[in-house]
């Protein structure tokens, strides 16, 4: 894992080529949500596409680098937690779950994670192979997203009666919300429908409520700070809707890049091209987090993409970003990562051989006692400050090698590797 995590829209991601995708992944850890895993597969059912669908959904996948990415947890999920009373971190690292948490002989407590589900079905997309299963959900998220119609909405939400005076900037309407949550009295038990809305079952619901009577809290931020991020994020569109903002509107397609927004806690930066996302997202984004238009990101790792062909291994191994006048991506490392000793490089790919196995049979006795010892499922709550985390990530032997050597990995550093 290097560089600051970075989060990018379907339209940012899809505007890179596979070369600057590989520079994106050499310099950012590339968090991505499951809404943009099904918007890829989405395309499968694209009616208008001029090419191939599955040749195409085979080359956006190909271009999700897993090396140096994650697919992060469904926010439902994450939001679930929230509001059970677990703790969902949101100090911009990608949040993965279905580990393991594990005790192995001399290296300490620690956590195993194996290659998530959407990980192993991006690899499969990369070689044009596609389950029947996942037709089905292309088809599926097709209808979905064709059949929303936000002005049903618009007419749902003024019987909820939820009054207030027409705003011209996100920032005012934002300051309503925060009004507006700050003056209920139980924000989980008047928000149910909400709730409901952003998938959370009923009964965790209820049980939220209760718990909220009986603690006593006043302010959702303190109850469950995912929850309460999730509630702004979606009463500002909700609200913004409701009284015609110029910001937010009726376009089917906002009301999918609203699910980015719930995973804005996960990353240091934010890039997407999308209006929407460019007008808004600035509320919801702490001091310590950045917004990156797609024009401005694609430019800046098309320059490196340009440079990096003249590189010696030595400077491809170094780890921080070519020092260029004005280059993004090097102030995005130098707002989001402390600084390294200048001389830093990414030892894997200068490492002898010896040393190189030696890691490596470390990390597969720890897996193995990890898959002995278990306990089941990711528990949130023991480890919070494990000693080691093992991720376990599948390569397709088609991307190109991370050692920046231009070929695909399968005839570079993965070649003796079965
Ligand atoms: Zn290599």
Redesign the pocket.
Known sequence: MSGPCIILDKSAFQSLKKSESFILHKYFFVNVPPVLVLEIIGDLKKLSLKKDPHKMVSEYAGKLLLSNGFVNTHFTQLLTSSLKGEPVFMDGRPLIGMGRSSYVEGQGKGVVIDCSPELEAVNRWKDGNFLKSEEILAERWRNITQGINLEYLRQKLRAKALRIPRVEIPEELIEMVDDFLSNISNPIGELYWLFLELGVAPNTIERASLRWQNCGYTNLVSFAPYAHHCVRVSLFFYMGLFHNCPFTGTRATNKIDLEYLYYLPFCNVFASGDNFHVRICRVFLRKDQSFVGRDDLKRDLAAIDSLWVKFTPNQKAYIWPPEREGSIVLDLWKKHVAPVRSDDQNLAFLMSKEKQEEILSRLKLIKATAQQNASSQYDFSPIHEPEFIQISQKMNPKDP?P?G?G?P?GQ??LKNIK
């Open positions: 090698c050692c050597s070929l990995a570079c550093h």
